[in-house]
């Protein structure tokens, strides 16, 4: 089936195989340790928000951790926010003094979180807003933390000084930090209007010329689709889709769900709506079982580390990668209807089934028309039991009377020890 993808973008194929991705939000935002669109949520303004700056220490940040625990906890790729809506610049830009260089951390995180990426073979990706509300000549809208100071609104702001610094700090990010593989924009909202502005898009960003100066210095590059140019990876957050993403010629999508670990992106202590390791397996699997990928957020407090939370789930969520990653490397959809409870993944000759629900001593898989070699559980290899249709079956009380292209799998009592058991049916 064609993949609905820009022809000029680079390959996706690593992205296709990968699966499973890291997203770090970390900035002056996780200071306030609430939002990170704390800026405009309580219309700080400028000058009150640079306080942060100051206090931006940083002392706990060592990126090989970081990258260390997304390895062990299966991740393939890390995308770290380079610039969120609130400006600051994670890395030494020539085009601001609004960077972290010249913050009490006062060195150039992100050159270290891609050397920390290439030791590991970790693959790179820059998150980049397009939205900066720090910026003097980003016009005030109705996202604006300004929105309603008429002596800011009343400024001269030129569009067009804005979009060549955005353009500049995109070219240093695509220039000056080596091989990146995955460039992710957030976000364009031409959509909104207020009755005194309209929201900002493509147009605003001059965004097939980011794109174009970004597929210039790195033609391998895959980009998402919040540019305002409907291609690219497609990008639903905080939401599950029902079935495999098509297009309507019927091509399938490049998605990649976004996650959270709680509600929002920031490193909060007090959002309270921890996702479980439980949880987030789930979500990987149905990603995966739907030809998506899962980008999953963890914000590092402004010290620089994963918070004890964080790390907690990390771990149990490397505890079931290390038994079970080969029903989600290389793996994605199959045609075959999931048993009750269960989520399919498939690659060549492989069935992976995921069982959600432990049920009582059976999975019946209807209308299966395949011939299985073996059928295995993947976190010990044990044999599991497959039982076809036999006519001799039908005089006996206590087996289920299997139909004819219905295959039973036969089950211990007992779950196994895993958060999601898993059994492998080779073809
Ligand atoms: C949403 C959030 C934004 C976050 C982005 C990442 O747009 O508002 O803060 O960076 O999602 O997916």
Redesign the pocket.
């Known amino acids: 089936m064609q993949l609905d993808w820009p022809a000029h973008y680079g390959d996706p194929s690593w992205f296709l195989h990968d699966r499973f991705g890291m997203?770090i939000?970390w900035g002056l935002y996780s200071l306030k340790a609430k939002d990170?669109?704390i800026m405009t949520q309580d219309k700080i303004n400028k000058e009150e928000y640079e306080k942060l700056f100051y206090q931006f220490e940083a002392d706990l940040y060592e990126p090989k951790k970081w990258v260390k625990q997304a390895k062990e906890s299966g991740m393939k790729y890390i995308v770290l926010?380079t610039k969120?809506?609130e400006g600051f610049a994670l890395w030494d830009s020539a085009y601001t003094e609004y960077k972290i260089t010249n913050t009490p951390y006062g060195k150039d995180a992100l050159k270290e979180f891609v050397e920390a990426c290439r030791e590991e073979d970790m693959k790179i990706g820059f998150?980049h807003s397009v939205i900066d509300w720090h910026h003097e000549h980003f016009t005030i809208d109705g996202l604006h933390p300004a929105r309603e100071d008429e002596d800011v609104k009343a400024e001269n702001r030129d569009m067009k000084i804005y979009q060549e610094y955005l353009y500049n700090q995109v070219e240093e990010l695509v220039t000056q930090y080596g091989k990146i593989d995955y460039f992710w924009f957030?976000?364009s909202y031409d959509d909104r209007e207020w009755s005194w502005a309209k929201g900002k898009g493509a147009k605003d960003w001059r965004s097939e010329e980011l794109e174009q100066l970004i597929l210039k210095h790195q033609p391998h590059m895959i980009i998402n689709n919040r540019l305002g140019l409907d291609r690219g990876v497609y990008?639903p957050?905080q939401y599950q889709p029902t079935e495999v993403l098509m297009t309507s010629d019927n091509k399938k999508r490049v998605w990649e769900a976004?996650q959270t670990f709680n509600d929002r992106?920031t490193y909060n202590p007090n959002n309270l709506n921890m996702k479980s390791a439980e949880m987030i397996i789930k979500l990987l699997i149905d990603t995966v079982s739907k030809d998506g990928n899962l980008l999953m957020n963890f914000g590092p407090t402004a010290r620089g580390n994963f918070d004890e939370a964080s790390t907690k789930v990390l771990e149990e969520i490397a505890d079931w990668m290390t038994y079970h990653s080969s029903s989600i490397y290389g793996a994605g959809s199959s045609s075959l209807r999931a048993p009750q409870d269960c989520r399919i993944t498939a690659k060549e000759d492989r069935i992976f089934i995921h069982i959600f629900s432990w049920p009582f001593r059976t999975i019946h898989l209807k209308n299966f028309p395949l011939d299985i070699q073996y059928a295995r559980f993947l976190h010990d290899h044990s044999e599991v039991t497959v039982k076809r249709f036999d006519p001799a079956d039908l005089i006996h009380h206590d087996l289920p009377v299997i139909a004819e292209d219905e295959v039973v799998l036969e089950l211990p009592v007992i779950k196994p020890n895993h958060l999601v058991p898993v059994i492998e049916i080779k073809l």
């Open positions: 997203f939000h990170e669109w926010t969120h809506h998150y957030d976000f990008t957050e976004c992106w």
